[in-house]
């Protein structure tokens, strides 16, 4: 499956940002789907996941409240509504796929992933 993340951009603090990932290739109902970021010197960090049709949900405890994930199959398209943005979620985000479970998503964990978008959020 192919990744293309977008909706990135530059937002003051406290702003929302929606970010995409269109897939293309097999159905992406067949994989669950993680958003992960990376900011500069860091480790890549897991941020959301999403079961194979949307039920299941995890986020890490920095965005939870935050950061809604959801996914439409039918669009092969799956999201990340960011609300509340703070100076210390600026970062390159990307969405991964993966073919096994939600549960054990990491950033060394995903099957594909897609070229990222940048996030930056001003003070």
């Known amino acids: 499956v192919q990744l293309q993340a977008s909706g990135g951009g530059l937002v003051q603090a406290g702003g929302s940002l929606r970010l995409s990932c269109a897939a293309s290739?097999?159905?992406?109902?067949?994989?669950?789907m993680g958003w992960f970021r990376q900011a500069p010197g860091t480790e890549r960090e897991f941020v959301a996941g999403?079961?194979?049709?949307?039920?299941?949900?995890r986020y890490t405890d920095s965005v939870k409240g935050r950061f809604t994930i959801s996914r439409d199959n039918a669009k092969n398209t799956v999201y990340l509504q960011m609300n509340s943005l703070r100076p210390e979620d600026t970062a390159v985000y990307y969405c991964?796929?993966?073919?096994?479970?939600?549960?054990?998503?990491?950033?060394?964990?995903?099957?594909?992933w897609g070229k990222g978008t940048q996030v930056t959020v001003s003070s």
């Open positions: 999403i079961g194979r049709f949307g039920s299941s949900t």
């Open positions: 290739g097999p159905p992406l109902s067949r994989y669950v």
């Open positions: 991964a796929a993966d073919g096994g479970s939600l549960l054990v998503m990491g950033a060394n964990a995903m099957d594909y």
